[in-house]
Antibody
Framework: QVQLQESGPGLVKPSETLSLTCAVS?????????WGWIRQSPGKGLEWIGN???????YYNPSLKSRVTISVDTSKNQFSLRLTSVTAADTAVYYC????????????WGQGTMVTVSS | QSALTQPASVSGSPGQSITISCTGT?????????VSWYQQHPGKAPKLMIY???NRPSGLSNRFSGSKSGNTASLTISGLQAEDEADYYC??????????FGTGTKVTVL
């Protein structure tokens, strides 16, 4: 059974960098699939942040591209999100998820982790 | 990229059928057979309901079905049940390998 679990600080100061990790269990991340990050601001809809292919190729939301880096660590079977220069607008629940294939759906999701940007 | 357009709310009585629309453009919904639908209950992670326009994940109720016509995709819930009350989001692939979600629809079971 494939499971994803997000981890990272729940509070980040404005202008600093948000860093989250998604640990994958029950499947080797280096085998296949795309792995992605999605966020949801309080009371708002879902926003795709970006994806990484198991080989390391990355794809980002154009509106966030200048501030986002997604990387994969196959030795730890996890992938990570870095979002720089955060503001209050980046306050959200951040989800990691597995994507079925290029362009397709996210079929397995983590439970999500709330990140608040505040001084 | 702009979010796909969904109605803010849809309601129906138990046993009825409802349809949620998801309108995009020829650069996303209309251009690819990569439309997905998610159900989200309050405080929970989204759950995949439909992928690649009309496919159901294994084990999912056949009360949920998806379709597409032109730039608009649709999710139909038949035999509406109390547990179907949730938020629903569509998602589409767009050109240059980006993804976009819909604005979300709150389904209320009367």
């Amino acid at each position: 059974q494939v499971q994803l679990q997000e981890s990272g600080p729940g509070l980040v100061k404005p202008s600093e960098t948000l860093s989250l990790t998604c640990a994958v269990s029950g499947y080797s991340i280096s085998s296949a699939y795309y792995w992605g990050w999605i966020r949801q601001s309080p009371g708002k809809g879902l926003e795709w942040i970006g994806n990484i292919y198991h080989s390391g190729s990355t794809y980002y939301n154009p509106s966030l591209k200048s501030r986002v880096t997604i990387s994969v660590d196959t030795s730890k079977n996890q992938f990570s999100l870095r979002l720089t220069s955060v503001t209050a607008a980046d306050t959200a629940v951040y989800y990691c998820a597995r994507q079925r294939g290029g362009g397709s759906a996210f079929d397995i999701w983590g439970q999500g982790t709330m990140v608040t940007v505040s001084s | 990229q702009s979010a796909l357009t969904q109605p803010a709310s849809v309601s129906g009585s138990p046993g009825q059928s409802i349809t949620i629309s998801c309108t995009g453009t020829s650069s996303d919904v209309g251009g690819y057979n990569y439309v997905s639908w998610y159900q989200q209950h309050p405080g929970k992670a989204p759950k995949l309901m439909i992928y690649d326009v009309s496919n159901r994940p294994s084990g999912l109720s056949n009360r949920f079905s998806g379709s597409k016509s032109g730039n608009t995709a649709s999710l139909t819930i038949s035999g509406l049940q109390a547990e179907d009350e949730a938020d629903y989001y569509c998602q589409s692939y767009t050109r240059s390998y980006t993804l976009v979600f819909g604005t979300g629809t709150k389904v209320t079971v009367l």
